[in-house]
């Protein structure tokens, strides 16, 4: 069996190639979805809270926030595509 370090090393990468083919896919669709995954790697990877995130791109908190829930949606398409790859 796997360590537990191995295997939260494997999600690491998961997670890893999952936002990046969110990103893949925000660059096709346009503007609006690469701005939700600017607003997740705000939240997730620099730790900036939604009122920071919010007076960081000019607008208001509650835009923010769907913004962000709106983010994390489109999420789960990449993370599906990309554990069904390794399957």
């Known amino acids: ?3 537990r370090e191995a295997l939260a090393a ?4 998961i997670l890893r190639e999952a936002a990046a083919e969110q990103a893949r896919r925000a660059a096709e669709v346009g503007v609006g ?3 939700r995954v600017q607003i997740l790697r ?3 990877q620099e730790g900036l809270s939604n ?5 960081a791109l ?8 769907h913004q962000f829930a709106k983010a994390r949606r489109d999420f789960l398409p990449a ?3 990309v554990v069904a790859a390794r399957t």
Do not use: K, S, W
Not at 10 to 13: E, L, T
Not at 58 to 65: I, K, M, R
């Open 42 to 44: 705000m939240r997730f």
């Open 1 to 3: 069996y796997p360590t």
């Open 58 to 65: 000019g607008v208001d908190p509650e835009f923010a926030q």
């Open 10 to 13: 494997d999600v690491v990468r």
């Open 33 to 35: 979805a690469e701005r």
């Open 51 to 55: 009122a920071e995130v919010a007076a």
């Open 79 to 81: 993370l599906h595509h």
